[in-house]
């Protein structure tokens, strides 16, 4: 980089391979740098994993933007998002090809169609919170092991039999539960209408129960249908609906019991690809703790109960598992 000579003084634009931009009060001219782009077989696994994180993100904000501990501003937590889940991304490729999937070139990126399941990792954070699997096939949820021994349709006569309740669920009073499902639904793309695909979409809905039992409070946490009662939650934070349901599944040592929690009023039609929940806890400073969540990724087709190690692509029509974007062929 260097001052112009007085000739060129004033002088903005590119002139051959220089440059000449106003700086400091006076004209500088620098050289032009042309970057290369070899578009390698490398460059397009990182793009194509940068483009699904990306439309992740767009289906997810309503529940990333703030669900990063220790980050503030959305900005700076959908970047987190994108960053760690690219990361993620990338490695699944590499070991989705080392497993025998095909890669194709030369073809927009699916992901540009919108968002795709997988195991997205959407939050970070210090407390704990015990999902182990989906509850349905139907319906995005999760389900927990009881961490307490009363029944969540105990009558709430007092502060401390609240906390108790509570506690059988997993949280504590002031605590917040979201909970996300990824859905696909068969859908046409105008570009392949000539095959079914599949346009997945996020469902969620969040509640947050209240610190202090109301006065004179009488009932139970759930209501008839599964719900939470209302009167123990956040109006103004409540999003969707949460369905709560107890029951029991059989492992290798006989039945043990469940909490099935689900997202109501979701549309029918679809499968239920990815599921997660979070749990947030806010300090007395006003700042929240999260628990670490990486979707469930259920997979088309498979029992609910499985969680593999791999995620699900849209149909393609030139039967590939994944489009790259300016990538050289690869059989």
């Not at 092991?145 to 969540?152: V, W």
């Not at 006569?157 to 009073?173: C, D, I, K, R, W």
């Not at 004179?216 to 609906?241: H, Q, Y």
Request: glycine share 10%.
């Amino acid at each position: 980089m260097g001052q112009a000579g007085f000739i060129m003084q004033g002088a903005r634009g590119k002139l051959g391979d220089v440059v000449f931009k106003k700086g400091e009060g006076r004209t500088i001219q620098v050289q032009r740098i042309k970057p290369k782009n070899p578009k390698t077989f490398a460059q397009a696994k990182q793009r194509c994993a940068f483009a699904m994180a990306n439309s992740a993100a767009a289906g997810l904000r309503w529940l990333i933007n703030h669900s990063f501990q220790n980050i503030t501003g959305e900005k700076f937590n959908i970047r987190e998002f994108v960053r760690i889940n690219s990361k993620m991304l990338r490695a699944q490729i590499d070991r989705d090809l080392n497993g025998g999937a095909k890669m194709e070139g030369n073809a927009q990126i699916k992901g540009a169609h919108g968002m795709q399941a997988a195991a997205y990792i959407v939050s970070r954070g210090s407390i704990y919170y015990p999902v182990f699997e989906g509850a349905s096939i139907d319906e995005p949820g999760v389900a927990i092991i009881p961490q307490g021994e009363t029944a969540l349709n105990t009558s709430i006569t007092s502060q401390s039999v609240y906390e108790q309740v509570l506690a059988t669920l997993g949280v504590a009073p002031g605590d917040q539960l979201s909970l996300v499902g990824i859905v696909d639904y068969p859908t046409v793309i105008a570009s392949y209408d000539t095959e079914e695909n599949y346009q997945c979409q996020s469902y969620g809905a969040r509640v947050t129960f209240k610190a202090e039992l109301p006065d004179n409070f009488s009932g139970s946490l759930l209501l008839a249908d599964g719900t939470v009662n209302p009167a123990l939650t956040e109006a103004s934070e409540t999003i969707g609906k949460i369905v709560i349901a107890t029951g029991s599944k059989t492992g290798e040592s006989g039945p043990y019991d469940v909490i099935d929690i689900t997202i109501g009023n979701v549309p029918t039609g679809g499968t239920v690809q990815a599921v997660g929940v979070i749990r947030s806890q806010k300090d007395m400073n006003g700042k929240f703790a999260y628990s670490p969540c990486q979707l469930l990724f259920l997979g088309e087709g498979l029992d609910t109960t499985t969680v593999v190690d791999s995620y699900q692509t849209q149909t393609s029509e030139k039967n590939s598992d994944y489009f790259l974007d300016q990538a050289e062929r690869k059989n």
